[in-house]
């Protein structure tokens, strides 16, 4: 697995490009150099093992700092996690969109998924450990589902586009294949991370494309099948 990427500890420069910054710019840069510390210490420690005090130090700040811009360490990783999601989901949809067919569109996608476990292992470990510690609270629980919800949403949005775009049908709803999808990515992820050897490269591909294919049929009108 790769080390986790680490942010040297500095105090932010009260300028920026010369010129002094503004409240606002000053309080962005803030929370910027907290997120990337939090980040390093999370991926390296875990979200129990990491603390207030480290993160805050790593970034160069006071733990006073870090409360005036989250309410603790459940909020930073919360908004962390969110900001990875989004960034995921955007990789993803850029591997996916503008391609011919159905199985081009899985490959693409299962080739994306498959080269961000390789590259930020300690960080798909991460959101496991938070998934098991949200389920378990009752009070946290709503917003860990919200924030796993991103990812099934812009699958959702990915699914639709691609049926409309080859002109398909679907034999069940969108969000529905979402959820499915979503959750054999979790597996793999969970497999290749155990055993690597155990997880060909190429599996998520072919198993998506096999259930993406299995899951539509031309739309009515549109004759056979060919192109997917």
């Known amino acids: 697995m790769q080390t986790a990427r680490t942010e040297p500890r500095t105090r932010v420069a009260?300028?920026?490009?010369?010129n002094r910054m503004t409240r606002e710019q000053s309080r962005a840069h803030t929370r910027e150099r907290l997120l990337a510390a939090a980040r390093s210490m999370f991926a390296r420690n875990g979200f129990h093992g990491a603390s207030v005090e480290e993160i805050a130090s790593l970034a160069g700040f006071s733990t006073g700092a870090l409360y005036?811009?989250?309410?603790?360490k459940e909020d930073l990783f919360l908004v962390l996690m969110e900001r990875e999601i989004d960034e995921h989901a955007r990789e993803i949809a850029e591997a996916v969109r503008a391609r011919?067919?159905?199985?081009?569109?899985?490959?693409?996608?299962?080739r994306q998924w498959m080269t961000m476990i390789d590259r930020e292992p300690?960080?798909?470990?991460?959101?496991?450990?938070?998934?098991?510690?949200?389920?378990?609270d009752p009070q946290v629980r709503p917003k860990v589902a919200a924030r796993f919800a991103q990812m099934r949403q812009t699958l959702t949005r990915l699914?639709?586009?691609?049926?409309?775009?080859?002109?398909?049908?679907l034999d069940i709803p969108a969000e529905h294949l979402a959820v499915a999808i979503d959750a054999l990515a979790d597996g793999i992820a969970r497999q290749k991370l155990a055993d690597p050897d155990a997880v060909p490269d190429e599996l998520m591909g072919s198993v998506l494309s096999l259930l993406l294919s299995a899951a539509?049929?031309?739309?009515?009108?549109?004759g056979t099948r060919s192109g997917r």
């Open 100 to 110: 011919a067919s159905i199985a081009e569109r899985a490959a693409g996608g299962a």
């Open 122 to 136: 300690e960080l798909l470990l991460l959101f496991m450990e938070f998934w098991a510690y949200g389920v378990r």
């Open 159 to 169: 699914i639709a586009d691609g049926v409309r775009e080859l002109e398909l049908e």
């Open 14 to 18: 009260a300028t920026t490009g010369g």
């Open 68 to 72: 005036s811009n989250f309410d603790g």
């Open 216 to 222: 539509t049929r031309p739309a009515a009108g549109r």
